[in-house]
């Protein structure tokens, strides 16, 4: 094959198969944990467009989340990472943990647009008491749970 032809048909290649994939950019979640002898706290960074996935939000008619319904649905997202959000010990048992607070970034006085929602975030501040040292710790995040659309990483 000559080296006219044999660039015609990478060029035809590139033309034909060269499409740009495109996808939906993922929510990432952020985790910090702090293991102590007695506890262990947990910040979890979590970007505003999980609560549009998972506390069903509908925006206006112009594309925005109010403030209000954002504020809403970060409280309601406690319980839902209260869930979702585990660590195990040694033996492979969920160790209790609760909500120690919550501290929204700053959000725009006209809501955010939901194609902004990854500009945003939400931090969740975890407790996890333990009786002793841990030996070994698995953290977990099934948000959404086993049946989850966006399987977690």
């Given at each position: 094959m000559s080296n006219e032809v044999f660039g015609l048909l990478a060029?035809?290649?590139l033309v034909l198969f060269g499409r740009v994939a495109q996808a939906h950019p993922v929510s990432l979640s952020e985790a910090e944990a702090d293991i102590y002898r007695?506890?262990?706290?947990v910040k979890l960074k979590i970007l505003l467009e999980d609560l549009y996935l998972y506390q069903d939000l509908k925006a206006d008619d112009n594309g925005y989340l109010s403030?209000?319904?954002l504020n809403e649905a970060m409280e309601k997202h406690k319980a839902f990472v209260k869930d979702f959000f585990q660590i195990r010990d040694l033996e492979g048992l969920t160790i209790a943990g609760e909500i120690q607070g919550m501290t929204p970034q700053e959000l725009p006085a006209e809501g955010?647009?939901?194609?902004?929602l990854m500009q945003f975030n939400v931090e969740y501040l975890l407790r996890f008491p333990l009786a002793e040292a841990p030996k070994f710790l698995t953290f977990i995040q099934e948000f959404g749970g086993a049946d989850s659309f966006l399987p977690a990483s």
């Open positions: 060029l035809a290649a007695d506890r262990v706290d403030v209000a319904l955010v647009h939901i194609a902004n």
